[in-house]
């Protein structure tokens, strides 16, 4: 769909809106300092919509502050080691993300002299970067006047024009609109104006309609749908799958694995385990094993239920496991999955050393 030279209706009041009452974020050049004619770091642009990926922004900011004090251009999270990475997404959940930037930063790197293409098109060839982040990362870094679409820019579309069709089978129909009202002078604002309004106004429950800058238009609130919106088409419930997990302690060495680079938490540290089917498998060492109970833990396609086994050896035992090797690893640097069944072995006595520090 053509853009219009100038801004919309809809686009002048979200911009307008913007100006006055933007968010500040770490990753951001407001308002009034693009006026100024500062500009957006690109990598710092994408690292952020990266993180901020099923995540939201309150999780992201200390990941955010702590990568870019780490790794402060694009060049030096190329030149990173995979485990240093990784065990600084720790926590941050999506762990294919992880391995993803670091892809995309290394290409970056070597292809493209550490500068981050400016188009839209550009953007999709690097690895990992899939429509949303090469739309969002052109219009806020670069002003390309490209469509950024993600769940807030949906609710606030599905409102604003009372698209009662369900989700996901009206993301089309979200997304043409989103474009119509895109506008070809200050998209990067503009993108950053209706992610915030749905975040602080428009928002799933509750929507502050009363001081919406978009009340006037909004074809959902004149019908009085608006919290009905967007319809969401009914989720099959999700199943149950069982595992076990074995968490040995020696001194200070903690049994560690390293996981395949690919599936679920792919490419992580973690204790050994079985697979996630409820298939049996032998311990990674002879040890006195004890259940320490489960732990439960939701991924996007089922929930898990997660034995765990401890086991607290000398400082000289444990001799050379079946799997995993002997590390000194500090709990916080792996996923939450194994946080929790770290926290649920630290319960365990007579183990009194599991959880410790040394």
Same mark, same amino acid.
């Given at each position: ?16 809106? *913007? ?43 200390? *990941? ?67 429509? *949303? ?21 949906? =609710? ?93 302690? =020696? ?108």
């Amino acid at each position: 769909m053509a853009l219009a030279a100038g801004p919309d209706a809809t686009a002048a009041a979200l911009l307008a809106w *913007y100006d006055r009452h933007a968010r500040v974020m770490p990753w951001r050049i407001g308002p009034a300092a693009r006026r100024a004619g500062e500009r957006p770091d690109p990598y710092r642009i994408w690292l952020s919509e990266v993180m901020l990926q099923q995540t939201t922004v309150a999780a992201v900011r200390g *990941y955010f502050t702590r990568f870019t004090e780490r790794w402060p251009r694009v060049a030096d999270l190329a030149a990173a080691a995979d485990a240093d990475v990784m065990a600084e997404w720790a926590g941050l959940g999506y762990y294919a993300r992880a391995r993803n930037l670091l892809a995309c930063a290394r290409a970056v790197a070597a292809d493209h002299d550490a500068r981050f293409p400016e188009t839209r098109e550009g953007l999709l060839a690097l690895p990992g970067v899939g429509p *949303y982040t090469a739309a969002a990362v052109a219009a806020i870094a670069f002003d390309e006047p490209a469509t950024v679409v993600d769940g807030n820019v949906e =609710r606030v579309m599905a409102r604003l024009h009372a698209v009662e069709a369900p989700l996901p089978g009206a993301k089309a129909e979200l997304s043409r609109l989103a474009a119509r009202h895109t506008p070809l002078e200050r998209p990067g604002d503009y993108a950053q104006a209706v992610m915030d309004l749905g975040a602080t106004i428009c928002t799933p429950r509750n929507p502050a309609c009363g001081i919406c800058p978009l009340n006037a238009s909004c074809a959902a609130r004149a019908e009085g749908i608006q919290t009905d919106l967007p319809r969401k088409a009914a989720k099959a419930a999700k199943p149950t799958r069982q595992g076990m997990v074995w968490i040995a302690r =020696r001194g200070a060495e903690w049994l560690i694995e390293q996981r395949p680079d690919r599936g679920l938490l792919g490419g992580t540290a973690g204790f050994p385990g079985t697979g996630w089917d409820g298939t049996e498998a032998a311990p990674p060492l002879a040890a006195g094993w004890q259940a320490a109970g489960e732990v439960r833990h939701t991924f996007t396609h089922f929930h898990l239920v997660l034995t765990v086994m401890a086991a607290e050896l000398p400082p000289d035992g444990g001799g050379n496991p079946e799997r995993g090797e002997w590390r000194k690893a500090a709990p916080g640097d792996l996923p939450t999955l194994m946080r929790k069944a770290h926290d649920l072995a630290a319960t365990m006595r007579p183990l009194g050393r599991i959880g410790a520090t040394d």
